[in-house]
Protein backbone atom coordinates (compact mmCIF):
# COMPACT_ATOMS: atom_id res chain seq x y z
CA UNK A 1 0.00 0.00 0.00
CA UNK A 2 1.48 3.53 -0.92
CA UNK A 3 2.52 5.72 2.41
CA UNK A 4 0.05 8.70 1.08
CA UNK A 5 -2.96 5.64 0.91
CA UNK A 6 -2.10 4.40 3.98
CA UNK A 7 -1.25 7.88 6.01
CA UNK A 8 -5.16 9.24 4.84
CA UNK A 9 -6.65 5.82 5.84
CA UNK A 10 -4.93 6.32 9.48
CA UNK A 11 -6.18 10.00 9.31
CA UNK A 12 -9.75 9.13 8.74
CA UNK A 13 -9.78 6.80 12.15
CA UNK A 14 -12.10 8.53 14.86
CA UNK A 15 -8.70 9.63 16.67
CA UNK A 16 -5.19 8.22 17.21
CA UNK A 17 -4.89 4.98 18.94
CA UNK A 18 -4.73 5.43 22.77
CA UNK A 19 -3.01 2.36 24.08
CA UNK A 20 0.50 1.14 24.24
CA UNK A 21 0.88 -2.74 23.17
CA UNK A 22 -0.53 -4.54 26.42
CA UNK A 23 -3.94 -3.61 25.38
CA UNK A 24 -6.24 -6.31 24.46
CA UNK A 25 -7.63 -9.40 25.55
CA UNK A 26 -6.04 -12.72 26.59
CA UNK A 27 -6.83 -16.14 27.13
CA UNK A 28 -4.99 -19.24 28.91
CA UNK A 29 -6.75 -22.20 30.72
CA UNK A 30 -6.84 -22.54 34.27
CA UNK A 31 -7.82 -25.92 35.89
CA UNK A 32 -9.38 -27.19 32.78
CA UNK A 33 -11.82 -24.14 32.08
CA UNK A 34 -11.20 -21.01 30.04
CA UNK A 35 -9.86 -17.73 31.56
CA UNK A 36 -9.80 -14.15 30.09
CA UNK A 37 -8.07 -11.17 30.81
CA UNK A 38 -9.66 -7.94 28.94
CA UNK A 39 -6.78 -4.85 29.23
CA UNK A 40 -6.59 -1.50 29.10
CA UNK A 41 -4.25 1.41 29.60
CA UNK A 42 -4.01 4.91 29.93
CA UNK A 43 -0.47 6.21 30.69
CA UNK A 44 0.52 3.58 33.22
CA UNK A 45 -2.74 3.44 34.73
CA UNK A 46 -5.13 -0.22 33.90
CA UNK A 47 -8.23 -1.69 34.17
CA UNK A 48 -10.07 -3.93 32.68
CA UNK A 49 -11.85 -7.25 33.72
CA UNK A 50 -10.87 -11.09 34.52
CA UNK A 51 -13.23 -13.79 33.61
CA UNK A 52 -12.91 -17.41 34.36
CA UNK A 53 -15.48 -19.52 33.47
CA UNK A 54 -19.07 -18.91 33.39
CA UNK A 55 -19.30 -17.96 36.74
CA UNK A 56 -16.10 -15.57 37.75
CA UNK A 57 -16.17 -11.95 36.84
CA UNK A 58 -13.53 -9.53 38.45
CA UNK A 59 -13.02 -6.64 37.66
CA UNK A 60 -8.81 -5.72 37.41
CA UNK A 61 -7.40 -2.34 38.46
CA UNK A 62 -3.23 -1.68 38.60
CA UNK A 63 -0.25 -0.42 36.71
CA UNK A 64 2.44 -1.05 34.00
CA UNK A 65 5.77 0.20 33.84
CA UNK A 66 6.57 -1.20 30.42
CA UNK A 67 7.67 -4.76 31.28
CA UNK A 68 5.56 -5.72 34.58
CA UNK A 69 1.72 -5.46 35.22
CA UNK A 70 0.92 -5.37 38.68
CA UNK A 71 -2.72 -5.06 39.58
CA UNK A 72 -5.21 -6.24 41.99
CA UNK A 73 -8.49 -8.24 40.81
CA UNK A 74 -11.52 -7.13 42.72
CA UNK A 75 -15.28 -8.55 43.15
CA UNK A 76 -17.53 -6.23 41.21
CA UNK A 77 -20.28 -5.84 43.68
CA UNK A 78 -17.80 -4.81 46.79
CA UNK A 79 -14.90 -3.40 45.02
CA UNK A 80 -13.00 -6.23 47.82
CA UNK A 81 -9.97 -7.12 46.68
CA UNK A 82 -10.16 -10.73 45.72
CA UNK A 83 -6.60 -11.63 44.37
CA UNK A 84 -3.10 -9.94 43.13
CA UNK A 85 -1.70 -10.46 39.76
CA UNK A 86 1.61 -10.17 38.93
CA UNK A 87 2.94 -10.61 35.02
CA UNK A 88 5.27 -10.26 32.82
CA UNK A 89 4.92 -8.85 29.24
CA UNK A 90 6.64 -9.75 26.07
CA UNK A 91 5.33 -10.19 22.53
CA UNK A 92 1.43 -10.43 23.64
CA UNK A 93 2.45 -13.22 26.21
CA UNK A 94 1.45 -12.19 29.92
CA UNK A 95 3.58 -14.49 31.74
CA UNK A 96 1.76 -14.06 34.95
CA UNK A 97 1.65 -15.16 38.79
CA UNK A 98 -1.86 -15.48 40.45
CA UNK A 99 -2.37 -14.88 44.52
CA UNK A 100 -6.03 -15.46 45.52
CA UNK A 101 -7.03 -15.87 49.52
CA UNK A 102 -10.31 -17.99 50.27
CA UNK A 103 -12.71 -15.27 52.36
CA UNK A 104 -13.68 -18.53 53.96
CA UNK A 105 -11.01 -20.41 54.82
CA UNK A 106 -8.29 -17.66 54.80
CA UNK A 107 -6.19 -20.51 52.54
CA UNK A 108 -4.07 -19.04 50.21
CA UNK A 109 -4.05 -20.17 46.52
CA UNK A 110 -1.26 -19.38 44.30
CA UNK A 111 -1.25 -20.16 40.35
CA UNK A 112 1.04 -19.56 37.20
CA UNK A 113 -0.22 -19.12 34.26
CA UNK A 114 0.28 -17.73 30.75
CA UNK A 115 -1.99 -15.37 28.94
CA UNK A 116 -1.77 -15.00 25.10
CA UNK A 117 -3.43 -11.99 23.10
CA UNK A 118 -6.15 -13.09 20.74
CA UNK A 119 -7.42 -12.45 17.24
CA UNK A 120 -10.64 -12.57 17.11
CA UNK A 121 -12.15 -14.03 14.72
CA UNK A 122 -16.09 -14.20 13.45
CA UNK A 123 -17.03 -16.88 16.07
CA UNK A 124 -15.24 -15.40 19.38
CA UNK A 125 -16.95 -11.54 18.81
CA UNK A 126 -19.92 -13.08 18.93
CA UNK A 127 -19.33 -15.39 22.11
CA UNK A 128 -21.76 -14.92 25.13
CA UNK A 129 -18.02 -13.57 26.72
CA UNK A 130 -17.40 -11.07 24.45
CA UNK A 131 -20.71 -9.78 24.89
CA UNK A 132 -20.15 -8.46 28.04
CA UNK A 133 -17.70 -6.79 26.78
CA UNK A 134 -20.56 -4.18 23.84
CA UNK A 135 -22.41 -1.89 26.07
CA UNK A 136 -25.88 -2.47 24.82
CA UNK A 137 -26.19 1.40 24.75
CA UNK A 138 -24.02 2.25 22.05
CA UNK A 139 -25.79 -0.51 19.55
CA UNK A 140 -27.70 1.56 16.71
CA UNK A 141 -26.47 4.03 14.48
CA UNK A 142 -25.44 7.42 15.43
CA UNK A 143 -24.52 10.69 13.33
CA UNK A 144 -22.28 13.84 13.85
CA UNK A 145 -22.82 16.73 12.25
CA UNK A 146 -19.26 19.04 12.32
CA UNK A 147 -19.97 22.69 12.56
CA UNK A 148 -17.70 24.78 10.06
CA UNK A 149 -16.21 27.67 11.30
CA UNK A 150 -14.92 30.90 9.27
CA UNK A 151 -16.16 33.23 6.11
CA UNK A 152 -16.47 30.44 3.92
CA UNK A 153 -19.06 28.10 6.21
CA UNK A 154 -21.88 30.19 5.51
CA UNK A 155 -24.27 27.57 6.46
CA UNK A 156 -24.68 24.05 8.05
CA UNK A 157 -25.72 22.43 5.57
CA UNK A 158 -22.33 22.73 3.76
CA UNK A 159 -20.60 20.39 6.03
CA UNK A 160 -20.64 16.75 6.50
CA UNK A 161 -22.18 14.64 7.71
CA UNK A 162 -20.44 11.68 9.84
CA UNK A 163 -22.47 8.11 10.23
CA UNK A 164 -21.23 5.62 12.72
CA UNK A 165 -23.01 2.64 12.80
CA UNK A 166 -22.29 0.02 15.92
CA UNK A 167 -24.27 -3.43 15.54
CA UNK A 168 -25.23 -5.81 17.90
CA UNK A 169 -22.94 -8.72 16.28
CA UNK A 170 -19.73 -6.41 16.52
CA UNK A 171 -19.27 -4.90 13.21
CA UNK A 172 -18.53 -1.29 13.30
CA UNK A 173 -18.82 1.00 10.15
CA UNK A 174 -18.24 5.16 9.68
CA UNK A 175 -18.54 6.95 6.74
CA UNK A 176 -19.11 10.80 5.23
CA UNK A 177 -22.15 12.15 3.31
CA UNK A 178 -23.17 15.19 2.17
CA UNK A 179 -25.45 17.40 4.71
CA UNK A 180 -26.85 19.78 1.84
CA UNK A 181 -30.04 18.07 1.30
CA UNK A 182 -31.14 16.64 5.44
CA UNK A 183 -34.93 15.99 4.06
CA UNK A 184 -33.80 13.28 2.27
CA UNK A 185 -31.19 11.41 4.78
CA UNK A 186 -31.30 8.05 5.30
CA UNK A 187 -28.76 6.19 7.55
CA UNK A 188 -27.74 3.61 4.96
CA UNK A 189 -27.79 6.64 2.04
CA UNK A 190 -24.62 6.04 -0.05
CA UNK A 191 -21.71 8.10 1.14
CA UNK A 192 -17.64 7.49 1.41
CA UNK A 193 -16.71 4.98 3.76
CA UNK A 194 -13.96 5.54 6.44
CA UNK A 195 -13.85 2.18 7.89
CA UNK A 196 -15.19 -0.99 8.52
CA UNK A 197 -13.91 -3.30 11.16
CA UNK A 198 -15.15 -5.05 14.73
CA UNK A 199 -16.01 -3.00 17.85
CA UNK A 200 -15.95 -3.71 21.99
CA UNK A 201 -17.02 -0.93 24.29
CA UNK A 202 -17.12 -0.91 28.18
CA UNK A 203 -16.48 1.43 31.39
CA UNK A 204 -16.57 4.24 28.99
CA UNK A 205 -13.82 3.10 26.67
CA UNK A 206 -14.35 1.63 22.98
CA UNK A 207 -12.03 -0.43 21.31
CA UNK A 208 -11.92 -1.45 17.22
CA UNK A 209 -10.57 -3.69 15.41
CA UNK A 210 -9.65 -2.80 11.94
CA UNK A 211 -10.72 -5.03 9.20
CA UNK A 212 -7.50 -7.23 7.70
CA UNK A 213 -5.71 -6.18 10.98
CA UNK A 214 -4.89 -8.68 13.97
CA UNK A 215 -5.84 -6.81 17.42
CA UNK A 216 -8.16 -4.42 18.79
CA UNK A 217 -6.76 -0.98 20.01
CA UNK A 218 -8.50 1.61 21.86
CA UNK A 219 -9.64 4.42 19.73
CA UNK A 220 -12.14 6.67 22.19
CA UNK A 221 -13.41 7.44 25.91
CA UNK A 222 -17.30 7.81 25.65
CA UNK A 223 -20.14 9.22 27.96
CA UNK A 224 -23.61 10.05 27.49
CA UNK A 225 -24.80 13.85 27.89
CA UNK A 226 -28.65 14.75 27.36
CA UNK A 227 -29.64 11.77 25.16
CA UNK A 228 -26.21 12.10 23.04
CA UNK A 229 -23.45 10.25 22.46
CA UNK A 230 -20.02 12.03 23.67
CA UNK A 231 -16.84 10.63 22.43
CA UNK A 232 -13.38 12.32 23.21
CA UNK A 233 -9.92 11.05 21.65
CA UNK A 234 -6.75 13.33 20.61
CA UNK A 235 -9.00 14.37 17.93
CA UNK A 236 -10.92 16.49 19.74
CA UNK A 237 -14.74 15.78 21.27
CA UNK A 238 -17.50 14.60 18.99
CA UNK A 239 -21.24 14.25 19.76
CA UNK A 240 -23.44 12.37 17.96
CA UNK A 241 -27.05 11.93 17.77
CA UNK A 242 -28.79 8.68 17.90
CA UNK A 243 -30.88 7.91 14.69
CA UNK A 244 -34.04 5.91 14.95
Avoid at 6 to 33: E, F, K, R, V, W
Avoid at 116 to 122: A, E, V
Avoid at 175 to 193: F, I, M
Wanted: hydrophobic share 35%.
Amino acid sequence: MPRTLLTLMLCLLPCTLLADSLDGYYLTTLDGQPAEMHLRSQDQQVSGEYIEGRRLHLRISGHFDGQVLNAQSLDTQSDQPIATITATYANGVLTSHISARSPVTGETLERRAVFNRQRFSDAAITSQANRQFRDPELIGTWVHEPITQGEHASTASENNLLILQLAVSGRINQWSRSAADNSDWHPDAPGELHYTGRWLASNGLQEVQLQDQNAYQPTARYHFSDGYLVTESSSGTRRWQRQP
